[in-house]
Structures are given as C-alpha cells and as structure tokens.
C-alpha cells in the first residue's frame, strides 16, 4: 500500500513539472498601424533597463538578441532617426503559490470497516498543503513608432527565475527573447 502511494505522488510531480516548459509569452500591437512603412531600428534613450545612468550587463544582452531578431525580419540599425524605437522593462517579483494536494493515506477497506478480501482498499479523502516560493520575472519588449512616438507593438514573457538562470542568465535573455519574437508577425519592407 505505501509503495503505491509513493509510486502515486511521484507520478503526480512528474506530470506538474512537465506542464512548467518555459516562460508564458503574449504580445498585441496597434492595428492600425501599416508596419511595411518600417524599415529601420535604434534603441530608446534612456532604455527601462538603464536606471543608473549607464548601461547594464542586462541591457547590452537585451540589445544583442532583439537586434539579432529585428535583423533576421529585414530590419537595419541605425543610430540616427530609425523608424522604430526598441525599449526594454523588467521587473523581479517574489512568489509564494499555496495549493493543496492529495496526501499519502493508508488504504482502508470499504468505508473502514468490512475488512475483506470481497472489498477493495482504497485511499482516504485527505489533502497536504504545498508551499512554492519562488521568484517571477517579466520582460517587456516595446517597439515605438520614433516619429509618432507611439508604442506599435509589445511582447511579454512572464517566467520563473532559477538559481541557475541568476547564476548564468545570458542564455535565458537570448532565449526569452527570441520567445518573444516568435509573436511579432511582421517583417521590413525591403
């Protein structure tokens, strides 16, 4: 009986970390905006990730993998008066997430008592309670129209930070990133 409920609640967290893939992605943008007329990019001055008067470690890898995505649609860089205007926001928030979840219970016979071999165990109505502390990030990418200024397009992921993530997160930038580029449709006129 004790094996099946340990077989039971492992299978339990396999199936819930398997549904935690990656960050949650959204993106909306202005309807009526003609994005062909689009051609080049340059980034906003102050960026939102820039909050000390200079440039982060998070902003310059922000920079290099949404200007390695704009260049893959067919937008340029340029440094004097681009088309659109990239800017950058994240914000860290600590979690705590409470749910309840089944509890291994000894499995007792048809309603606790008939104990028979004619009546099949089965497991007490008990829950535990599980606590998840955790750590929230949100990167929000804009795209401004530089002339207009008027935001046209935003993408955000909305994720959990690791340990591992805060010890190396070049790669989490590069891949939340191009997460969020998967949700732009547009590409520059050539």
């Not at 089965?122 to 990167?139: H, I, K, N, R």
């Not at 340990?163 to 449709?185: C, E, H, L, M, S």
């Amino acid at each position: 009986m004790k094996r099946f409920s340990q077989v039971f609640f492992l299978s339990m967290l396999s199936l819930l970390a398997a549904c935690v893939s990656g960050p949650q992605v959204r993106s909306d943008y202005d309807h009526a905006t003609n994005f062909s007329a689009y051609k080049t990019f340059g980034f906003a001055s102050p960026l939102g990730t820039d909050v000390s008067g200079y440039s982060t470690l998070t902003t310059q890898r922000l920079k290099a993998a949404t200007t390695r995505e704009l260049e893959a649609r067919g937008y340029r860089l340029v440094e004097q008066h681009p088309d659109l205007l990239v800017n950058f926001s994240g914000r860290l928030q600590d979690n705590i997430q409470v749910d309840p979840v089944p509890a291994a219970t000894p499995m007792w016979g048809y309603y606790g008592y008939r104990r028979s071999a004619f009546y099949a165990p089965w497991p007490a109505y008990a829950y535990d309670t599980s606590v998840d502390q955790y750590t929230q990030g949100t990167l929000n990418v804009d795209l401004v129209d530089a002339a207009r200024k008027q935001m046209v397009w935003e993408g955000v992921a909305v994720g959990r930070v690791t340990d591992k993530t805060r010890d190396n997160p070049g790669p989490a930038i590069d891949a939340a990133v191009t997460d969020i580029f998967k949700k732009y449709p547009f590409r520059a006129n050539p």
